[in-house]
């Protein structure tokens, strides 16, 4: 359950299904975010489908942000980035892709753009 601000400013209790607390969880109190709801009608099963996003100011790549951070690990910071993306881009595809390997390959590809910037 979270307590939200809408479009209004008015305060309301929002209870996030899985895919969304999955993709919020990690925001702190005041970040921006919008959530859209989706619903498409596959066969006679209505599947719904939310996009989360987040408001960023200034910014490059996940990977110059997360550098640029308060002196925590890179690649801790660089992987859980990863994650969330994973998660955004297998909700967005109706769980077509495993979110644990499409991780792995935004972290592989970003560790590598960003790599000579680490130090």
Same mark, same amino acid.
């Given at each position: !359950?979270? *307590?939200?601000?809408? +479009?209004?400013?008015?305060? %309301?209790?929002?209870?996030?299904?899985?895919?969304? @607390?999955?993709?919020?969880?990690?925001?702190?109190?005041? /970040? +921006?975010?919008?959530?859209?709801?989706?619903?498409?009608?596959?066969?006679?099963?209505?599947? *719904?489908?939310?996009?989360?996003?987040?408001? +960023?100011?200034?910014?490059?790549?996940?990977? =110059?942000?997360? =550098?640029?951070? @308060?002196?925590?690990?890179?690649?801790?910071?660089? !992987?859980?980035?990863?994650?969330? /993306?994973?998660?955004?881009?297998? @909700?967005?595809?109706?769980?077509?892709?495993?979110?644990?390997?499409?991780? %792995?390959?935004?972290?592989?590809?970003?560790?590598?753009?960003?790599?000579?910037?680490?130090?």
């Amino acid at each position: !359950m979270y *307590t939200l601000k809408d +479009r209004n400013g008015e305060e %309301v209790l929002y209870f996030a299904p899985e895919e969304v @607390n999955e993709q919020i969880k990690s925001l702190k109190k005041g /970040d +921006r975010f919008e959530i859209t709801k989706y619903a498409e009608q596959k066969g006679t099963k209505i599947v *719904t489908r939310y996009d989360i996003k987040v408001e +960023r100011k200034n910014l490059e790549s996940p990977a =110059n942000e997360l =550098n640029k951070s @308060n002196g925590g690990d890179y690649f801790y910071d660089l !992987m859980l980035a990863s994650c969330r /993306d994973a998660v955004k881009i297998q @909700n967005e595809l109706g769980g077509l892709m495993d979110a644990k390997s499409l991780a %792995v390959t935004l972290f592989i590809a970003r560790s590598k753009i960003n790599g000579n910037s680490l130090q």
